[in-house]
């Protein structure tokens, strides 16, 4: 094998590792129905939210004025990244979650996180909540613009609310609560909440296993004495 195979697949690899200062992109985990409880389900897409530690950032000068609800997309403080997860059935009604995200910049780059949880399934084939617990990690690996170190680290709780009309459809409200800890080194560590709600949607494609799920809604982001509205949208395939 030539040389720069290797090279370019570790380049690959690292680049879907990816990310500038971590974007929160929640609910983490949601399970929209019972699912499948004898195959793993596999989704990739992107996923956009808000980048918690943009005020400590600011206030470090190390990025621009904190511009909060007034520009709740500037990419200081909002961003888009990929989003790879995978659900494994335990048994009927638990499952676990294993994601991994990278910053969407253009082209993902170095470097991004990683969350995991359970999720519980209550209900019928046509109705039914799934409470969720997951935690995550994230950090730049002091790859960014900046001169520090943008990590996050915290867990989240979710309870996705779902309805299945008919077969291969489901539709859902996900409410979601997150506390994590916001830490740019050196120097300053912040206890930030990120708390709010999407509505959303998975569309099976005939008799395949393929999925389209589409989600949107909005969060309240808190860091420190810092807090604003952002918007939480995401669009991902699955099988």
């Known amino acids: 094998m030539p040389r720069r195979?290797?090279?370019?697949?570790?380049?690959?690899?690292?680049?879907?590792?990816?990310?500038?200062?971590?974007?929160?992109?929640?609910?983490?985990?949601?399970?929209?129905?019972?699912?499948?409880?004898?195959?793993?389900?596999f989704q990739l897409?992107?996923?956009?939210?808000?980048?918690?530690?943009?005020?400590?950032?600011?206030?470090?000068?190390?990025?621009?004025?904190?511009?909060?609800?007034?520009?709740?997309?500037?990419?200081?403080?909002?961003?888009?990244d990929l989003d790879g997860s995978v659900t494994v059935p335990v048994d009927d009604r638990l499952s676990w979650h294993l994601g991994l995200q990278g910053e969407f910049v253009g082209l993902p780059v170095p470097a991004y996180g990683v969350y995991t949880g359970v999720s519980y399934y209550v209900g019928s084939e046509r109705l039914g909540l799934s409470p969720a617990l997951s935690v995550r990690g994230a950090s730049d690996f002091g790859l960014g613009n900046n001169d520090s170190t943008s990590s996050l680290f915290g867990v989240e709780a979710t309870c996705a609310f779902t309805v299945q009309p008919e077969p291969g459809?489901?539709?859902?409200?996900?409410?979601?609560?997150?506390?994590?800890?916001?830490?740019?080194?050196?120097?300053?560590?912040?206890?930030?909440?990120?708390?709010?709600?999407?509505?959303?949607?998975?569309?099976?494609?005939?008799?395949?296993?393929?999925?389209?799920?589409?989600?949107?809604?909005?969060?309240r982001a808190r860091s420190g004495d810092t807090s604003w509205n952002a918007p939480v949208v995401g669009v991902r395939g699955g099988r």
Request: glycine share 14%.
């Open 5 to 41: 195979v290797p090279a370019f697949v570790m380049t690959a690899v690292m680049g879907v590792l990816a990310g500038c200062t971590p974007t929160t992109a929640g609910p983490m985990v949601m399970r929209m129905g019972p699912g499948m409880p004898d195959e793993n389900f």
């Open 169 to 219: 459809m489901s539709l859902g409200l996900v409410p979601f609560f997150s506390v994590q800890q916001s830490l740019v080194n050196p120097g300053s560590q912040v206890t930030t909440h990120f708390y709010g709600a999407v509505v959303a949607a998975q569309v099976k494609f005939g008799e395949t296993r393929t999925k389209v799920e589409l989600s949107g809604g909005f969060g």
């Open 45 to 80: 897409g992107l996923r956009a939210g808000p980048r918690l530690n943009a005020p400590q950032l600011s206030e470090r000068g190390e990025n621009s004025t904190f511009q909060g609800d007034a520009k709740p997309f500037q990419n200081d403080q909002w961003g888009i």
